[in-house]
């Protein structure tokens, strides 16, 4: 039990789990208005991003791949919520 | 004898060899194929959305105040919780660690089969009170997108039953199959992440 606790993955797990109740609450807080917010909009999307790719380097174990799925997996992250900011705030 | 009596029996690995200057694909080439497909079909989805919703910011401020913040946030959790089960998983079953490995596959499939029907619980009330796809264009894409990810779900669910006999049954557990089933529902969990942003979060 305490092998699973101290398990690298198992930290992993408690950041994500632990920023998905922070998003959480900057949603419920700065965002109860809901009104347009782009710091509760950035912000999440930016911790949403992060989570991604958290679950990708170390859940899907991306970070033992070859660099051309390295590549491809973190291109696609960026690319993503690069696009998505970029409508968004194209769109205020 | 003592890795008998611990469960322990070495798994065949036929994923493809560690070589350390070119790294490890983690299961099946093709598998990865259709995830990185899956990822950009889905991205364009996920931009589409934007894009309207940038057309019409008040329709989907509005609709989204009518979601449940607290089903979604919770089936987040179930969802990084079964990816933490798979992972710890799939590591014990390269271990050669049948029994661990069996008892984490399980556990991972009961935190995935919660999600399914936590998400009855939130559409049904919605569906009830009059919100469906043919309410607004937002409610018109939070079915479909989060509709097809639960077909994911269900696939993803059906493939970890295959990874359990997979494990339970064969002699000698395809290490390679338990990565590739563990890829794709990794890739569910990665899906939800993002439209769990969209749809519940962002203003």
């Known amino acids: 039990m305490t092998a699973l606790i101290r398990n690298p993955l198992t930290i992993v797990w408690a950041l994500l789990a632990a920023v998905t109740i922070v998003s959480s609450l900057i949603a419920l807080d700065g965002g109860a208005a809901h009104q347009i917010n782009t710091t509760v909009t950035t912000a999440v999307l930016l911790i949403a991003a992060v989570k991604a790719y958290m679950v990708i380097w ?4 991306v970070r033992r791949a070859p660099i051309w799925l390295k590549a491809t997996t973190g291109g696609w992250v960026l690319g993503l919520f690069t696009l998505l900011l970029s409508f968004y705030y194209a769109s205020l | 004898m003592t890795n008998v009596a611990e469960g322990v029996t070495p798994g065949v690995d036929n994923s493809r060899p560690d070589d350390s200057r070119r790294g490890h694909v983690p299961g099946d080439s ?8 899956d990822l950009v079909i889905f991205g364009v989805y996920f931009v589409g959305y934007m894009y309207f919703r940038g057309q019409n910011h008040e329709l989907f401020l509005q609709s989204q105040a009518r979601l449940n913040l607290d089903i979604g946030a919770i089936n987040t959790v179930m969802l990084l919780t079964s990816s933490l089960f798979v992972a710890l998983g799939t590591e014990a079953a390269r271990a050669g660690n049948r029994v661990a490995a069996l008892q984490r596959f399980w556990i991972a499939l009961a935190f995935g089969a919660a999600f399914p029907l936590l998400k009855m619980f939130e559409w049904i009330p919605e569906i009830c009170s009059g919100l469906t796809p043919g309410t607004n264009l937002f409610f018109m894409y939070y079915y479909v997108m989060t509709g097809m990810h639960l077909c994911h779900v269900a696939l993803g669910l059906v493939i970890m039953c295959f990874i359990l006999r997979n494990l339970r049954t064969s002699k000698a557990p395809k290490i390679s199959f338990v990565e590739t089933g563990a890829t794709y529902w990794h890739m569910v ?3 939800w992440l993002v439209l769990f942003a ?4 962002m203003r």
């Open chain 2, 189 to 191: 969990d990665v899906l």
């Open chain 2, 30 to 37: 093709s598998m990865w194929f259709f995830v990185i497909g």
């Open chain 1, 58 to 61: 170390h859940f899907m174990e």
């Open chain 2, 198 to 201: 969209l749809l519940y979060l």
